[in-house]
């Protein structure tokens, strides 16, 4: 498969080279920085909000939903372009991502006007609440209870690792709707405004240091949730989950190929045996990824990218980190040119970029659970 042959995508391409560099904010106005990844600054709002207008915020849309009809490769080229300048689409990536999209694939029409076009227009914020303090990796296992209750629902259970949630505005909710059933069938998915009565949030620093508060403990309450706010069939979030995690995970070997990418643009040391294996694995993920999107025999393949993806990452942070010697550790450090279009993580210490890449060996799955899908889905083992 040749992606950059095709004209069509090359033109796509340019066209976005183009749209950036006419709208980009400048860098005088863009002094406010996101303080997590719910937070969206005034000017990254307007940012986001051009893009939606103009069908270049998630292009795979239809244009009322901030898009541009454009096929996989456009998008991978979009995609491309942004990391190459080392830019951000939105600083909601998960409610962009991952929120707005499952709203678009099982939300009612009232929901995609009133929750995920306000979502992708910046104009209000959302964070994923599926992880539990007993429910992790195995999600199906969830909690937090639901009860019916004339017009709404009542909720009371806690919620954890909920990225942004101090920041948000709404949280996709994953809760137990039946209890009697098996476990994978009595859940449904809620969304609930942050600003309900009984529902607290406890932001919590991650092992990256104390500046870095993303992470949230949820509380509910007998919080009252409208009925109108349950997203997809009662008792039917199974569906909306792998869904939502279907959109987390199609295009992430991009993101760890981005990632690569700036460990190799920024080592402290760019030769030797592991700069060597860096640029092949950067090289194989790349190649791996466009076989994927060129249509994919058996879809556990993506756990493939999502696992080789996140552990390439770690090993290139964790050789950074050991080649730039003490200095590797100083906070804050300047270890990649700053650009006001994108997070501090990536000009962060080589120690923070290290630990860092756990997130990317955990969220979305772990390493363990991708090694279990492997084995089972791919090579036939038994269970
Ligand atoms: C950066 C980051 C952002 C996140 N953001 C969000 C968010 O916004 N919203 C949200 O809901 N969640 C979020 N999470 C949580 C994430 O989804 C969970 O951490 C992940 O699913 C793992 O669950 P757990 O932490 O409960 O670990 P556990 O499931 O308790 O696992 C603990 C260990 O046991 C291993 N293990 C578990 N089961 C098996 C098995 N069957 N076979 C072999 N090994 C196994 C795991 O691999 C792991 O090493 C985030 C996590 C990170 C790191």
Same mark, same amino acid.
Request: glycine content about 8%; proline content about 6%; aromatic content about 8%.
């Given at each position: ?97 991952? +929120?707005?999209?499952? !709203?678009?694939?099982?939300? =009612? @029409?009232?929901?995609? %006007? &009133?929750?995920?076009?306000? $979502?992708?227009? /910046? ?22 209870r639901a009860v019916a209750d004339g017009d709404h629902f009542v909720v009371n ?20 709707t ?8 009595? +859940?449904?998915?809620l !969304?609930?405004?942050?600003? =309900? @009565?009984g529902?607290? %949030? &406890?932001?919590?620093?991650? $092992?990256?240091? /104390? ?11 007998d919080a009252e949730v409208p009925k ?50 860096? !640029? ?104």
């Amino acid at each position: 498969m040749k992606l950059t042959d095709d004209a069509e995508v090359e033109k796509f391409r340019a066209e976005f080279a183009a749209f950036l560099d006419a709208n980009l904010p400048a860098e005088t106005e863009a002094t406010e920085r996101p303080r997590s990844t719910s937070h969206i600054p005034e000017w990254a709002r307007r940012w986001q909000r051009k893009l939606f207008e103009a069908g270049w915020l998630v292009p795979g849309n239809p244009p009322e939903y901030g898009g541009r009809h454009a096929t996989l490769p456009q998008m991978v080229a979009h995609q491309e372009e942004l990391s190459r300048r080392r830019i951000y689409h939105s600083f909601n990536p998960q409610g962009v991502g991952i +929120i707005a999209a499952s !709203l678009l694939s099982f939300g =009612t @029409e009232e929901q995609k %006007r &009133r929750w995920a076009v306000p $979502i992708l227009r /910046a104009e209000i914020t959302a964070s994923l609440g599926m992880s539990e303090p007993g429910a992790g990796s195995d999600l199906a296992g969830l909690a937090t209870r639901a009860v019916a209750d004339g017009d709404h629902f009542v909720v009371n259970g806690q919620k954890v690792w909920t990225s942004g949630a101090h920041d948000a505005d709404v949280l996709l909710t994953f809760v137990r709707t039946d209890p009697d059933a098996p476990k994978h069938k009595g +859940i449904s998915v809620l !969304l609930i405004p942050t600003a =309900t @009565e009984g529902v607290t %949030r &406890r932001p919590f620093a991650s $092992i990256n240091g /104390a500046h870095d508060t993303d992470f949230n403990e949820v509380f509910f309450n007998d919080a009252e949730v409208p009925k109108e706010n349950l997203v997809g069939p009662l008792n039917e979030g199974w569906r909306v989950a792998n869904g939502s995690l279907g959109h987390e995970r199609t295009m992430l070997w991009l993101g760890y190929v981005e990632w690569m990418d700036d460990v190799i643009r920024d080592s402290p040391c760019p030769h030797g045996e592991w700069y060597a294996d860096l !640029l092949m694995d950067r090289q194989a993920l790349r190649l791996l990824g466009y076989q994927q999107l060129s249509g994919t025999r058996n879809p556990a393949e993506v756990s493939v990218l999502k696992l080789f993806g996140s552990e390439a990452v770690q090993r290139a942070t964790l050789h950074a980190l050991e080649a730039g010697g003490a200095e590797s550790l100083l906070h804050p450090a300047q270890t990649g040119p700053y650009s006001h279009m994108s997070m501090e993580s990536s000009w962060a210490s080589w120690f923070e970029r290290y630990t860092r890449s756990f997130g990317g060996t955990i969220a979305g799955g772990t390493s363990e659970i991708q090694r279990n899908i492997i084995a089972e889905r791919i090579l036939g083992l038994p269970r």
